[in-house]
C-alpha cells in the first residue's frame, strides 16, 4: 500500500464534473480577471469565515504582505513573527522593509507563545503575527489583549485554517486583519496559487484592494505605488465549487485526527496533537513527536508512507535570516520540537484501512 502526504486526485475525482462545468462558463464569458466569479467567491468565503469583507489576491504571501502594508507596516517597522511557521509569514514583513522579530511558541501545540509575544513588545512593533498552525486556532483572544495594551494591530496568518474555530470566533475575522493562502493543498485549495485578506474593517478592506491592484481603484488613477495582485477568475471559480464542499471536508479530517490518536493512544514513544479548549481545529496536518525522526521518516518513506515534516528548521537558523545573528539556543522549544516533529498523511478521503497502515509502519520503525 502507498499512502500519500496529501491526495489531491481523490479530492478532484469527487468534484472533476463540477469543476469542469464551472471553467466552461469561464472561458465561454472570457472573464478572467475580476468579473462575477471573483466577487461571488469573495462574498461566500467572508460569509465562511464570519467577516465583512474578503479581497481575493494572488497567493497567500501577497496576502500577508498586503495585510501589514494595511495596518501600517512600514519599513523600519517591527512585526513579532512566531519561529515555528513557514517562511513567508516572516518574508511578507521582510518584502516591505520591516524586520521580522521572532518568539518561541509554546511547547503543548507549538502555536506562538503569548507569554514570548508579551516579552518581545517593544516601541518599534507594528504588528503581531499569530499564525494557525497545522490547522489550529492560535491564542488569539489571549495575544488580543497584550496587543490592546500595548496599541499594536494583530494580523492573522490563517494560510492553514480555513473553517477554523474557536472560543473566540472564526478562524480569518478574529483580528483586525487576517490573510490566508489557497496553494492547492491547503484545506481549501486552487488549481494554482491564491490567496485571500480577511477584515471587519472597510478601510483596511479598501486599502488592500487599492494596493493589490497597481496602486488604483480605478483604471488608470493611480493613488499610491501597488503591485499586481489579484485573484483570477479560474482560481475563483474553483474555489467556490470546493467551499461548498469544506466543512464536510473539514469534518473528515477531524474525524481522521480522532482516528490517529486514538490508534496512537498506547503507542510508546510518540507524542500526539490536541487541540486547546474551545477550539475546532481543522487538521491540515497532523504533527505527532518522536525520537529519532530522520530514522523514522526514512523507513516510513521505504514502507510507502508520505510523511512529511513541517518545518525542519526554525526560521531564526535558516540561511535567509542567519543575518539576524540568532544562533542554536534562542528559542528552545522550537528547536527542540523541529527534531522531533513528523506530520502523518492526512486529507479528506483517507481511509480507515490507509490510517491502520501508516500507524502499523510507524510502530515497525519505532521498535
Not at 486514538?262 to 481545529?281: I, K, Q, W, Y
Not at 481543522?282 to 525520537?291: K, M, N
Not at 535567509?320 to 486529507?347: H, K, M, N, T
Request: proline fraction near 5%; charged fraction near 20%.
Amino acid at each position: 500500500m502507498r499512502v500519500p502526504l496529501v491526495d489531491l486526485t481523490a479530492q478532484n475525482a469527487e468534484i472533476g464534473d463540477d469543476i469542469r462545468r464551472t471553467l466552461d462558463d469561464i472561458f465561454a464569458n472570457a472573464a478572467f480577471i475580476g468579473g462575477p466569479a471573483v466577487s461571488a467567491f469573495e462574498e461566500e468565503y467572508a460569509d465562511l469565515v464570519g467577516a465583512a469583507y474578503c479581497v481575493g489576491v494572488g497567493n497567500g504571501t501577497d496576502a500577508l504582505e498586503l495585510a501589514f502594508r494595511a495596518v501600517g507596516v512600514t519599513r523600519d517597522g517591527e512585526v513579532l513573527v512566531p519561529v515555528n511557521t513557514f517562511i513567508a509569514t516572516a518574508e511578507a514583513v521582510s518584502r516591505i522593509g520591516a524586520r521580522p522579530v521572532f518568539v518561541d511558541v509554546d511547547p503543548q501545540h507549538l502555536l506562538m507563545d503569548p507569554d514570548a509575544v508579551a516579552a518581545a513588545l517593544t516601541p518599534r512593533t507594528q504588528a503581531i503575527a499569530p499564525v494557525h498552525l497545522f490547522g489550529q486556532v492560535a491564542p488569539v483572544g489571549t495575544i488580543l489583549s497584550i496587543a490592546g495594551r500595548a496599541g499594536v494591530p494583530v494580523v492573522e496568518d490563517a494560510a492553514q485554517a480555513q473553517g477554523a474555530e474557536s472560543a473566540d470566533g472564526r478562524a480569518g475575522s478574529l483580528a483586525a486583519v487576517s490573510a490566508t493562502s489557497f496553494y492547492p493543498g491547503k484545506n481549501l485549495g486552487a488549481a494554482g496559487d491564491a490567496g485571500a485578506v480577511t477584515t471587519d474593517d472597510p478601510g483596511i478592506a479598501r486599502t488592500v484592494r487599492v494596493i493589490s491592484s497597481h496602486g488604483s481603484e480605478q483604471k488608470y488613477l493611480h493613488e499610491r505605488i501597488g503591485l499586481n495582485s489579484r485573484l483570477d477568475a479560474v482560481q475563483a471559480a474553483v474555489l467556490r465549487v470546493k467551499l461548498r464542499l469544506l466543512p464536510e471536508w473539514n469534518e473528515r479530517r477531524r474525524a481522521a485526527a480522532a482516528r490517529y490518536t486514538e490508534l496512537l493512544r498506547s503507542v510508546a514513544g510518540v507524542v500526539t496533537p490536541f487541540s486547546a479548549p474551545g477550539n475546532a481545529d481543522v487538521w491540515h496536518l497532523y504533527v505527532i513527536q518522536v525520537e529519532e525522526r530522520d530514522r523514522v521518516l526514512a523507513e516510513l518513506h521505504d514502507a510507502g508512507v508520505g510523511a512529511g515534516v513541517h518545518y525542519p528548521t526554525p526560521l531564526h537558523l535558516t540561511e535567509a535570516y542567519a543575518s539576524d545573528g540568532l544562533g542554536a539556543g534562542a528559542f528552545p522549544v522550537a528547536e527542540a520540537a523541529a527534531d522531533r516533529i513528523l506530520s502523518l498523511p492526512i486529507y479528506p478521503h483517507i481511509t480507515a484501512e490507509q490510517q491502520e497502515y501508516v500507524v502499523e509502519k510507524l510502530m515497525g520503525a519505532l521498535r
